[in-house]
């Protein structure tokens, strides 16, 4: 007898195990003293290898840790998805802890929409707010840049 496996439809992957919080439910153990990125390269391979599998943007996102935590190594990564047809992304997660003030939030979500992002997932759960606390509400700060536009 012969096992059949379905085809992948849906996928992510994870940019970073660093995370500014270390919240007792990370599935992936994030936190501050991980410090390991993906490799660029590595990221355009498991890309090729996802739409090879049926895997399309859509129906895919990238998350960490904190994808945010090296913006520069977000940006490549986008850039290597548009390279290998994997665009426009379902999804990117964020915690937010990068939305400082509104001038920052309006440039670095000005330059990732230009990739076509379907959603901006933020996590601000009682776990995440221990480490990020909405104090300043970061998720108005997001409300707000987007309303202006």
């Known amino acids: 007898m012969s096992l059949q496996l379905a085809r992948w439809d849906s996928g992510g992957i994870l940019l970073t195990y660093w995370c500014n919080a270390a919240c007792a439910d990370c599935y992936e153990n994030s936190s ?43 940006i490549d990564c986008f850039e290597v998805a548009q390279e290998e047809g994997m665009l426009p992304l379902g999804k990117l997660e964020t ?15 000005t330059e990732i929409e230009r990739f076509g992002i379907v959603e901006l997932l933020v996590s601000s759960d009682v776990f995440h707010q221990e480490f990020v606390p909405m104090k300043g509400r970061k998720d108005e700060k997001i ?3 987007c309303e202006r536009d």
Do not use: M
């Not at 990125?37 to 049926?54: F, H, N």
């Not at 915690?95 to 979500?109: G, I, M, P, S, Y």
């Open 95 to 109: 915690n937010a802890f990068w939305c400082t003030n509104d001038e920052l939030v309006r440039e670095r979500l």
């Open 32 to 74: 501050p003293r991980k410090n390991s990125i993906l490799p660029v390269e590595d990221a355009k391979e498991y890309l090729r290898e996802l739409r090879q599998l049926g895997c399309t943007g859509p129906r895919f996102h990238f998350a960490g840790g904190e994808p945010f935590y090296n913006y520069r190594h977000l």
């Open 143 to 145: 409300s707000r840049t």
